[in-house]
């Protein structure tokens, strides 16, 4: 399984940003992929996860409203539509994808296990 991040730069804050997860190798057609952060100094967090066999969605209680996550499986691609960010958004961002996961929800909750694969990241600052 292979996740490609893109999309990540500088941004003002209150503006907007689109990330994108290009995903190949995955075995199976009903996977589960998400985006996930970590700022510096704090734990990675989970954002918004799509169900790929029924395009169910997952979304942190932190970013309902703001971000969007979508996806083009024709292109094989997760797009997460970041807005209204604001500075506590900087952090790198991650995709990450399980081709054999239990529930949508608990594969955005508890991603720290094996069979979770994981993109590079992609940074993301928003100033102030």
């Keep these: 399984v292979q996740l490609v991040e893109s999309g990540g730069g500088l941004v003002q804050a209150g503006g907007s940003l689109r990330l994108s997860c290009e995903a190949s190798g995955i075995p199976t057609d009903d996977y589960a992929i ?3 952060r970590q700022a510096p100094g704090k734990e990675r967090e989970d954002l918004a996860c ?3 066999s029924d395009n169910s969605t997952y ?3 932190s970013v309902k409203g703001r971000f969007t996550i979508s996806s083009d499986y024709a ?3 997760v797009y997460l539509q970041m807005s209204n960010l604001n500075p506590e958004d900087t952090a790198e961002y991650y995709c990450a994808a399980d081709p054999y996961y ?3 929800d ?3 909750t508890a991603f720290y296990t094996s069979g979770v694969h994981w993109g ?3 940074q993301v600052t928003v100033s102030s």
């Design 59 to 61: 979304y942190a209680d």
């Design 102 to 104: 239990a529930t949508l």
């Design 120 to 122: 590079q990241g992609t």
């Design 50 to 52: 799509i169900s790929a």
């Design 34 to 36: 998400g985006w996930f």
């Design 106 to 108: 608990s594969f955005c």
């Design 75 to 77: 292109k094989n691609t």
